[in-house]
């Protein structure tokens, strides 16, 4: 299969690289089939390309390649909608924002992290209600600008 999209020009992929999200993304209910394209093998980072609209991409990441600790909770209904049991490989993304020229001011969103059940492809934006994960996570911690001193 060939998409043009208007970040990464034509993109091949096969049926199964697609990833379903039945209810499409929060903000995005039209957007409901996506494939995952890594740019740098080494990289923490992926785009969540759209197939519905080509023009829609999302910068995703790893989340434990960035916040080791990060472990969010899936409730039964939630694994349940999802396929999901102990033994199915899951595959966890969080979306990011970086600032242009600001990377050390990114952000991830980890109270709506992506969950991809490996096996049939079918993913959900969850929203969790864990006051330890916002959704605007900083990676970086803030630098404080310093004051200017007078001569």
Request: overall charge negative; aromatic content about 8%.
């Amino acid at each position: 299969m060939n998409l043009e999209g208007t970040r990464f020009g034509s993109i091949t992929f096969n049926q199964e690289d697609i990833i379903d999200f039945a209810e499409g993304l929060v903000g995005f209910p039209h957007a409901h089939q996506f494939v995952v394209l890594c740019t740098k093998d080494d990289s923490a980072f992926r785009w969540l390309q759209c197939i519905d609209d080509p023009s829609l991409a999302f910068l995703v990441a790893i989340p434990e390649h960035l916040i080791p600790e990060y472990s969010p909770t899936v409730s039964k209904s939630q694994a349940e909608s999802l396929g999901l049991t102990e033994e199915t490989p899951t595959v966890i993304f969080v979306t990011a924002n970086i600032p242009k020229g600001r990377p050390k001011d990114m952000t991830l969103n980890l109270a709506g992290p992506i969950v991809v059940n490996g096996n049939t492809q079918k993913a959900r934006q969850l929203i969790l209600e864990d006051p330890n994960y916002s959704v605007k996570h900083r990676v970086f911690p803030a630098v404080e600008a310093a004051e200017p001193v007078a001569a």
